[in-house]
């Protein structure tokens, strides 16, 4: 595993195992961190000269950041792709997308001779899902949909970072999209390793103070918003967050409350 936005960390590991590298998987917004720029297009370069395929985990990213999803809102294009319920507005559905040439290596028919990869779901196929699906996609593909998601995520973000600089609490709110995340430091955020300097339980905090508030989300994780988020919701969010800062300034954890260390693999 090579650092997110470190093409000199990626370059090295293909200098001295580029032979045995079949893939170099990726999410292309790693949790909430964004990519750099040319970070992406990079990946492809060195993956592709040395044979490999690069292939997008757009469970986060895919039809929240854009209709294409990261690859059209940061315009690169990976091999293979993967999507999951967020193209079906929350019901078990997921896709596997790519070139035509390395799916083919799924293509029932070729069963029994190489190469050949079998693929198998327990819900392939299923009705309801979808159905589900194709309302999401149809409601999606709206005109203003993707403008309006990331204006309200502008408005969260910019709101939360002034009320921690108005309280003289360091914050680094990250994110694209519908998609942001608030961290307690005062250090640059480029990759995970970064995301372990900041005060975690703060961030806990907060977020059970909002919950407290009436706003729900996942303590300490990323925040998701939707077409459903009116401005109202925002301002309420905004009302929530300054009481919710004012509670943890220069506070400790309440008791009872327990804080658990995570791996960037958890909390989609």
């Known amino acids: 595993m090579t650092p997110f936005n ?6 090295q590991v293909f200098a001295e195992h580029g032979e045995r590298i079949a893939a170099v998987i990726a999410e292309p917004m790693q949790r909430a961190i964004t990519p750099e720029p040319g ?5 492809n370069e060195i993956a592709h000269r040395h044979g490999a395929l690069v292939i997008y985990d757009e469970i986060v990213t895919g039809f929240r950041l854009a209709w294409g999803g990261a690859q059209e809102r940061y315009g690169v294009t990976p ?3 993967c999507y999951g319920k967020a193209m079906a507005g929350g019901f078990p559905l997921s896709a ?10 799924a293509d029932p028919r070729r069963k029994g001779r190489a190469p050949y990869c079998f693929l198998s779901g327990t819900l ?3 009705p309801v899902s979808c159905a589900a699906g194709l309302a999401a996609l149809g409601l999606l593909e709206g005109e203003g949909v993707y403008p309006r998601l990331r204006a309200l995520w502008d408005a969260v973000r910019g709101g939360l970072r002034e009320l921690a600089a108005e309280r003289g609490i360091p914050v680094r709110v990250l994110g694209d999209g519908p998609v942001l995340q608030l961290f307690f430091t005062d250090r640059d955020i480029r990759n995970w390793r970064d995301c372990l300097h900041a005060d975690r339980a703060k961030a806990v905090r907060f977020g059970y103070e909002m919950i407290r508030g009436g706003v729900y989300l996942a303590p ?7 077409l459903a988020h009116t401005d109202a919701d925002v301002a309420q969010i905004l009302e929530v967050a300054a009481q919710s ?9 309440s008791s009872g409350v327990t804080t658990l260390t995570t791996s960037p693999a958890e909390h989609r």
């Open 96 to 105: 596997v997308v790519g070139r035509a040439d390395v799916l083919a290596a």
């Open 220 to 226: 300490g994780s990323k925040i998701y918003l939707s």
């Open 124 to 126: 392939t196929g299923n």
């Open 79 to 81: 091999d293979l792709a």
């Open 245 to 253: 800062l004012e509670k943890i300034t220069g506070a400790g954890l």
């Open 39 to 43: 970070f992406l297009a990079g990946v």
């Open 6 to 11: 470190d093409l000199p960390a990626l370059k």
